[in-house]
């Protein structure tokens, strides 16, 4: 290949697979903040615990990876609901600050409690052989787990969008975002709808957290290390809308992926120059609401 | 009559017993407890308990007295009035630990006016030792190696080309810099310099790499903080095949610390590292050390280069608290008897250099392999010996100040 | 008609209260004397641990300046400790590169060029709400510690300008290893910016900040420049965290490119919030329970500190919403209202 279509070629791939995960973090944070108007810093905190989770089961229990990725979230969303409902329920009227000295609390201790059982120490998660190494597309090989995480996003953006646009209860949550009130006095049980949605985003957090521990590492902190990606993607993304979060993944992970490749000396400034250009052009993000 | 008796033996008692608290050395360790960085804090820790408690005897009728204090985030306001107190307050006679250089250069102006020592177990940028003549270094500067690497990576390795990357914080530069002076003196040519973002984050080095590859030079010499970012770039090396495409990857000990060797998997086999430690070195010390380590911590805990580095360091102060018989009070004096000290341990033979008094000790050049058992281990494929800081010995930069 | 009179006379009454009240809110009352009274005898009775209790003066004066905008103004910011750092390095630098080693001027060029800072930014920003104002301080922030990272020749990067030498304040007092020096100076500064910060609170100009707190619409509707006021507010906040800033790294005579991290936001924050926002002392309990307990706590388990710090900020806002000084005030109300029947 070209040289210059070979680099191309890599940065947009890598930059897709990067784009998967701060998707598959993200938009679950996204809908709620967007339906509930919540600020939930805990978010990362759910995420960590996917990891952990999946961590302890493939290494403590030797479940498989795959197994162990669904089972992570499930439980992570079904343990949300406890949160959404005994805590969380208690501040949707609050201020935002409110909520975010909330959530950031509860991060903190998600933290020390993480610190406490699995120690500082970074951890990793063992891959099955077909994870590791890496598959032949033809015209160039590629390292088969950003394949997998590429496949993976693009199943459950499929089944998202499905979930959002064909089905009665994506229905009900669009309407929910667009307009509560409207919603609630024709009789959508939009408490349920919190919870559900809640229950889901966290659980998707929770896989993505748990698919990165190939790419990041995982240690106590990463509750709040990527908690700061995860809302640049939801404020550029705007809230509640599934296609801004995808978008906002999409450009920030592949400009972010470009700009380390071809500009590497400026570090981080692109992800933070993006999200302040887009910001003050459009505040509300790219699909939100003003 | 008995009273009396009484009286006198308490009397006595009491003379001994207040001359055996002037016979407590009393020692401040910094470490950080909390935060990003624990487990750093917690290797070295390790090492300092185990060697205390297997050696307290080796220097009675002294005794320690060991006061910790966390030292915080890698600001330097925490280490310094941590550090400040355990002097004014605590009165310690000597300060140790210091795993993060910034700590220990807000303190360095502490140190002279309080004139109490300071032995860095850690801290690696190379002109810390000239900002006190109260401190001593056992632990290593970035240079150490870095710096013979280059002639190595040259000469043995046949890298005529050389990709760096480095974690963009001052040890990452300081260490790609020593790379990279003693690559060229050798005769090499470097092609590219990539900063890998920042320590706090374990980055995505995938795209970094991928760039590296492209540029097709015969190794890539790579700096990260070791731990998390350790085992990442490892990831990315294997998953875009590197070593198939013609890259090799080396660098200092920091790619493959002991404690993450074995999960990094096949990707790390044929690594190269330049280091002054390994869990796996050949010397009669190391299996000790290992051995007690395991021991006293279990099968799954290895020590690390910090370890190591903390048990030489408290092997230091022990063998001065002996040599000036317990008398720590002069701070001058502990320097001064800590100059021109040597022994062997678990990184083979050290010494402090007089001139400069930071550590002097061999590198060895590494290579990860797999073991008969089915671990991964390093091999020691050349050692070059009584290695100095280069960056004090050629005055580059601020070390020539 | 005597009704009616009877309702005019309540009212006429009433608004008489409320009149004297306002006009005098701004006056000295006894228990306000007592913060300065227990940074003065802690000086005297913990002598030996001056050096800490600079940082912790240093961090209540940091906190006081977020309470303007987020107790007072109600804005919610992530990005406070850019100015922090402006502040920090204007000093630094001036010491490491231009040899500028006086104190005072070093405070008060560190003050402008924060407040210009503040300015700029806040010019820019404050007209957004929300995620988005809290995305765009924080990434502010976060480039400023970039750029000093690229330009690390220049800002000693992570390593930062080691051995600042700063000469005596005004010529004559030096630093003594105790702190003792720098304790009394930074009091001494804490004292004049806290005079300046209740001046504006009791200000008509603090009204409006109430105002726009509790109801921006009603004031656009009143026709208060309120994008004028808010910025205001920010660049004094702003000049008052570049002091903040300025006086760490005089008194650690070292100053890394931490002093921008998130943490440094974060922290001020959690301590405005735990103390009690927009009540003035707030920052004064907050900033010293915080420190003080982190000193303490973390000596025993750095875990359980972390642990305790997350509980404390869930108990406080599910519970104690006002934060500490919230309670205090509840506490005497209770007092003083059973000691009346």
Redesign the interface.
């Known amino acids: 290949m070209p040289?210059f279509a070979?680099?191309a070629v890599?940065?947009l791939f890598?930059?897709l697979?990067?784009a998967m995960f701060l998707f598959i973090v993200s938009v679950g944070l996204s809908v709620t903040?967007g339906l509930m108007g919540f600020?939930n810093l805990a978010h990362g905190a759910f995420a960590m615990a996917g990891g952990y989770i999946v961590v302890s089961l493939t290494k403590s229990l030797g479940v498989g990876f795959i197994p162990s990725l669904v089972i992570a979230a499930v439980a992570v969303g079904a343990v949300s609901v406890v949160f959404e409902r005994g805590l969380y329920r208690?501040?949707y009227k609050?201020t935002?600050?409110?909520q975010?000295?909330?959530t950031?609390?509860?991060?903190?201790?998600?933290?020390?409690?993480a610190?406490?059982i699995y120690?500082?120490?970074?951890k990793?998660v063992p891959l099955p052989p077909w994870l590791?190494?890496?598959v032949n597309l033809g015209f160039r090989?590629f390292?088969?787990?950003?394949v997998f995480l590429i496949v993976v996003g693009a199943a459950l953006i499929a089944v998202l969008w499905y979930g959002f646009e064909r089905t009665n209860i994506g229905a009900k949550i669009r309407a929910a975002v667009d307009n509560r009130r409207m919603a609630e006095s024709v009789g959508i049980n939009v408490d349920l709808l919190f919870t559900l949605t809640f229950a889901v985003g966290s659980g998707l957090a929770a896989l993505g957290g748990a698919l990165a521990i190939?790419?990041?590492?995982l240690?106590?902190?990463f509750a709040v290390?990527?908690l700061?990606l995860f809302?640049?993607v939801?404020?550029v993304g705007g809230?509640g809308s599934l296609k801004g979060t995808l978008l906002a993944a999409l450009v920030l992970g592949i400009f972010d992926?470009?700009g380390?490749?071809l500009f590497?000396?400026?570090?981080?400034?692109f992800i933070?120059?993006i999200?302040?250009a887009v910001?003050?052009i459009k505040?509300?993000?790219f699909y939100g609401r003003e | 009559m008995k009273l009396v008796r009484w009286l006198g033996l308490a009397a006595l008692a009491a003379m001994v017993g207040g001359s055996a608290q002037a016979q407590t050395v009393k020692i401040g360790v910094v470490l950080p407890f909390s935060g990003a960085n624990a487990d750093l804090g917690h290797q070295i820790d390790k090492a300092f308990d185990l060697y205390v408690k297997l050696h307290a005897k080796d220097i009675a009728p002294y005794q320690v007295e060991i006061v910790k204090r966390d030292e915080g985030p890698p600001t330097g306001a925490a280490a310094k009035t941590v550090t400040t107190e355990l002097i004014t307050n605590d009165k310690v006679q000597l300060v140790t630990g210091f795993v993060f250089s910034p700590s220990a250069i807000a303190l360095a102006p502490v140190i002279s006016q309080s004139k109490v020592p300071m032995v860095i177990a850690n801290a690696g940028t190379a002109w810390i030792t000239n900002l006190s003549p109260y401190i001593v270094r056992l632990s290593f500067s970035m240079w150490h190696p870095a710096f013979p690497m280059g002639a190595y990576a040259f000469n043995k390795i046949g890298c005529k080309t050389v990709a760096m990357a480095y974690t963009d914080f001052p040890p990452g530069k300081d260490s790609t810099e020593a790379f990279k002076t003693g690559f060229e003196k050798a005769g090499g040519k470097i092609v590219d310099s990539i900063p890998l973002g920042s320590p706090v984050q374990v980055p995505d080095f995938t795209p970094f790499f991928q760039k590296i590859k492209d540029e097709k030079p015969d190794c890539m010499y790579v700096f990260i903080p070791s731990g998390a970012h350790a085992a990442g770039v490892m990831k990315a090396y294997g998953e875009l095949g590197m070593r198939k495409a013609g890259v090799k990857l080396i660098g200092p000990m920091d790619l493959v610390p002991d404690n993450k060797l074995q999960d990094m998997g096949d990707a790390a086999i044929g690594t190269i590292v330049m280091g002054h430690y390994a869990v796996d070195l050949d010397n009669a010390q190391n299996k000790a050390f290992n051995k007690e380590w395991h021991d006293a911590y279990g099968p799954d805990s290895y020590p690390d280069f910090m370890s190591a580095a903390g048990w030489d360091t408290m092997h230091a102060i022990f063998d001065t608290i002996k040599k000036l018989k317990g008398d720590m009070g002069d701070g001058m004096k502990v320097v001064d008897a800590m100059k021109g000290w040597s022994a062997d341990g678990p990184r083979g033979q050290v010494m402090i250099d007089p001139a400069t008094r930071d550590i002097v000790e061999d590198e060895h050049a590494l290579e990860v392999y797999r073991k008969p058992d089915g671990k991964l281990g390093e091999r020691v494929l050349g050692t070059t010996q009584a290695v100095k800081d280069e960056c004090k010995e050629l005055k580059v930069g601020r070390c020539g100040s | 008609m005597a009704a009616s009179d009877g309702k005019n006379a309540e009212r006429i009454a009433a608004r008489d209260r409320a009149a004297e009240f306002l006009l005098r809110r701004h006056r000295f009352r006894w228990p306000e004397a007592l913060p300065w009274l227990i940074a003065i005898g802690c000086f005297f009775a913990f002598p030996e641990r001056m050096t800490f209790g600079s940082q912790v003066l240093i961090m209540l004066l940091f906190a006081l300046s977020l309470d303007l905008i987020l107790g007072y103004a109600g804005i919610v910011t992530l990005g406070h400790a850019a100015f922090f750092g402006i502040g920090a390095y204007t000093v630094g630098l001036g010491a490491a590169r231009l040899g500028w080693s006086e104190p005072i001027s070093g405070l008060i060029a560190a003050a402008l060029l924060a407040a210009l800072g503040g300015f700029v930014t806040g010019w820019f920003l404050l007209r957004y709400r929300g995620l988005t104002l809290l995305m765009l301080t924080l990434a502010t922030a976060i480039m400023l510690q970039e750029t000093g990272n690229l330009r690390s020749d220049i800002s000693g990067g992570y390593d930062g300008l080691p051995g600042l030498a700063f000469s005596p304040l005004f010529g004559v007092f030096d630093y003594d290893l105790y702190g003792h020096t720098n304790y009394l100076y930074v009091l001494a500064v804490l004292a004049i910016a806290f005079y300046f910060v209740r001046r504006i609170v009791y200000s008509p100009f603090g009204q409006a900040l109430t105002g726009i707190r509790e109801n921006v619409r009603r004031m656009h509707a009143i026709g208060s420049p309120v994008h004028r006021r808010l910025v205001t507010v920010y660049t004094i906040a702003a000049g008052i965290a570049g002091i903040a800033g300025a006086l760490f790294t005089q008194t650690n005579a070292y100053v890394t490119l931490t002093v921008f991290d998130f943490d440094n936001s974060a922290k001020v924050m959690i301590m405005l919030i735990l103390g009690g926002t927009g009540r003035l002392y707030g920052a004064f309990v907050g900033a010293v329970v915080y420190m003080v307990l982190e000193d303490k706590l973390s000596k025993l388990s750095p875990t359980f500190w972390q642990f305790g710090i997350g509980l404390m900020l869930v108990l406080a806002v599910l519970f104690a919403r006002r934060g500490l000084l919230g309670l205090i005030e509840e506490a005497g109300r209770l007092v003083s209202r059973r000691t009346k029947t």
């Not at chain 1, 390292?143 to 950003?146: A, G, H, I, L």
């Open positions: 040289q070979n680099i890599s940065i890598d930059g697979a990067y903040m600020v208690r501040l609050a935002d600050l409110d975010v000295m909330l950031i609390g509860l991060a903190f201790m998600a933290i020390a409690a610190t406490y120690g500082p120490i970074p990793s590791q190494g890496d090989t390292p088969s787990y950003r190939q790419l990041f590492g240690s106590p902190s290390l990527y700061v809302l640049i939801v404020a809230l992926t470009a380390k490749y590497a000396d400026a570090g981080g400034f933070y120059a999200t302040v910001l003050l505040p509300a993000g």
